[in-house]
């Protein structure tokens, strides 16, 4: 049978109008100027208009292995055929437990369980309710604060919003979870400014947390959360030997530490976890993005043996988390990650990743002295060349320089007035140099 939408004619790619409601943009801008890609193969995005723009953000975070890895497209296609869906309540699927077991064994030591969701928002709010949970097993009931850090993303769950650090995003829908508090962003860019990798001064910021345990009864603090380096906040390593000790003062006080993992996940800084990157383990994990390559949406909690075991300490016919999605463990979501993973370990991308990151920071530090740059930051391969604001228009000089670089075919992303990086790991040398380029002139042509 013909339907009419099988018949009706297929709208121009420009031809946008306003059904569509797109998350994080100004939408009659947008309608002005839309930027629209009809497909996308490796390092590049095909745009509507027929050019081949070089992917400089990998998606948002996520495309690790370059676009329509083949083996990725194959699994979601067989998968599809094969078993369209299933529930995760009280039934699975065997790839779900494949997955599970392949994640946890490039995950640190030690953190053997997953919690499958389809976001990294779920992930998130999955992790934060699995600690107060966790505590609540054990009988410590009382344990419900969270602690979060300044310029953080969790998400845009009520709880990745309240733990997360960036003011504009609460603005408008409070009011949130009761029992915050943060951490301060552990940079001061008068000392630590255009430091290549983790600045090596900044330790004691983690310090703080003591005194925050001063303030707040440390009997009563579920967990912190941190993204081991801020991403959508900007791009910010973490001074040497904070995270250990962060690390050290959440034992010491039996708090559970939690790596928000969504963007260093999966091979960012050369090693598969941030965890392993700077040998500091967290409590729990939590992770979405690079776990499929971005094809399918996923995320998951990954959990030590600790708090798994206190769930599972219960009476054998209880209900140990009272807590899911529909979606949890999707069969294609499925399919994708275990493909996702195969393909990382083909073409070695993590070992790949840490040859290419000194390269990666030369490179972005080539643009120091650049008109208007007043910091650079690296790590693995990711970074972000932050600019003064215009005064007056925060956030011009951001969006004039992105869009300069897509005009001449490179994607950057710009948050305010910084020009935040994350290609693919696949990206090549020329294509480094290529977006350095593009970058230089998008400075070199404004005021
Ligand atoms: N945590 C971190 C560290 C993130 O970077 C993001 C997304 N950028 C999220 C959580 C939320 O993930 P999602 O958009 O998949 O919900």
Redesign the pocket.
């Known amino acids: 049978m013909t339907t009419s939408l099988q018949t009706a004619p297929r709208p121009l790619a420009n031809d946008v109008g306003d059904a569509h409601w797109l998350p994080f943009t100004a939408m009659r801008q947008f309608r002005s100027q839309p930027m629209m890609f009809v497909g996308a193969e490796g390092m590049y995005y095909i745009a509507a208009d027929g050019r081949r723009i070089l992917d400089a953000m990998a998606g948002?975070?996520c495309v690790n292995a370059g676009h329509a890895q083949p083996r990725i497209v194959e699994a979601i296609r067989e998968s599809a055929g094969r078993l369209d869906f299933v529930s995760s309540f009280k039934m699975s699927h065997p790839g779900a437990f494949e997955l599970a077991r392949r994640l946890t064994e490039v995950a640190p030591e030690g953190l053997d369980h997953v919690f499958f969701t389809n976001?990294?928002?779920?992930?998130?709010d999955s992790a934060l309710k699995i600690a107060r949970g966790y505590h609540r097993a054990r009988g410590d009931a009382g344990r419900t604060k969270l602690i979060g850090r300044a310029k953080g993303?969790?998400?845009?769950g009520f709880g990745?919003l309240s733990v997360g650090g960036i003011g504009r995003h609460k603005r408008d829908f409070g009011p949130l979870l009761p029992d915050v508090a943060h951490l301060s962003l552990p940079y001061d860019r008068s000392k630590m400014g255009f430091s290549r990798g983790q600045p090596v001064t900044g330790a004691d910021y983690a310090d703080e947390l003591e005194a925050l345990l001063q303030v707040n009864d440390p009997a009563t603090v579920a967990a912190v959360i941190v993204?081991p380096v801020i991403?959508?906040g900007g791009v910010y390593p973490p001074p040497t030997q904070y995270l250990d000790r962060l690390r050290s003062i959440c034992t010491r006080h039996g708090i559970l530490l939690i790596f928000?993992e969504?963007?260093t996940g999966f091979g960012r800084l050369g090693q598969p976890f941030a965890a392993q990157a700077f040998g500091v383990t967290p409590d729990i994990i939590?992770c979405?993005?690079g776990m499929t390559n971005g094809a399918v949406?996923m995320?998951g909690v990954i959990v030590s043996d600790l708090v798994f075991d206190a769930f599972m300490a219960g009476p054998p016919e209880a209900i140990e988390l009272f807590h899911g999605y529909t979606y949890s463990g999707h069969p294609l979501a499925c399919a994708a990650g275990l493909a996702a993973l195969d393909t990382y370990e083909e073409l070695d991308l993590f070992a790949r990743t840490a040859a290419l990151a000194p390269v990666w920071e030369a490179a972005l530090h080539q643009l120091k002295g650049a008109p208007h740059v007043v910091d650079i930051r690296n790590i693995g391969l990711l970074g972000v060349v932050e600019l003064a604001s215009r005064p007056g228009e925060p956030g011009a000089r951001g969006s004039l320089c992105a869009h300069s670089c897509y005009e001449d075919g490179v994607l950057v992303r710009a948050s305010g007035d910084s020009i935040v990086l994350s290609p693919p790991l696949i990206v090549e040398e020329h294509q480094i140099e290529q977006i350095v380029a593009s970058i230089r002139s998008g400075l070199n042509s404004m005021n």
């Open positions: 948002l975070w976001s990294g928002s779920e992930a998130v993303y969790h998400g845009m990745g993204e991403g959508s928000d969504v963007i939590t979405a993005k949406p995320g």
